[in-house]
């Protein structure tokens, strides 16, 4: 798509033909390039150009830019970052208690059996009926 002749003329969405966009949109999701080394690499103007077209053709989700879960924004101290992560933790275990919570009401009140039995079925030996 890149010729000299058109690398110096401002382009339009409707410069690129569909095919050449889907082209574009797969190599990305497959992950052999970035949006923008595609950008680069095929000479597309415009900072967002490819962004769009993954946000419109992807059939991943690209409304927001991929960015870490565990990389902030700013720079966090040390002792910013253990509290954050403090934070989070305690976050983590007070959901876990209530969906273990959740789980245990529908086991007990409507016999759903969402428990898995871990160690059943590991040794070949019937289990001894509990009295």
């Known amino acids: 798509m890149t010729t000299s002749s058109n690398s110096s003329r401002k382009r339009t969405q409707r410069d690129y033909t569909l095919a050449f966009k889907?082209?574009?949109?797969?190599?990305?999701?497959?992950g052999e390039m970035t949006y923008k080394q595609a950008q680069t690499?095929?000479?597309?103007?415009?900072k967002t150009t490819v962004l769009v077209w993954l946000r419109k053709h992807g059939k991943l989700d690209w409304s927001k830019l991929?960015?870490?879960p565990l990389m902030p924004h700013s720079k966090e101290t040390p002792a910013e970052t253990?509290?954050?992560?403090?934070?989070?933790?305690?976050?983590?275990?007070?959901?876990n208690q209530i969906l273990n919570g959740m789980v245990d009401i529908m086991d007990n009140e409507y016999g759903a059996g969402?428990?898995?039995?871990?160690?059943?079925?590991?040794?070949g030996k019937p289990k001894p009926k509990a009295k």
């Open 22 to 30: 889907l082209g574009v949109v797969e190599r990305v999701e497959k």
């Open 114 to 123: 969402l428990r898995k039995k871990y160690l059943s079925g590991i040794s």
């Open 82 to 95: 253990i509290k954050r992560l403090e934070r989070e933790l305690a976050e983590a275990k007070l959901r």
């Open 41 to 46: 690499r095929f000479g597309i103007q415009g």
């Open 66 to 68: 991929f960015q870490h």
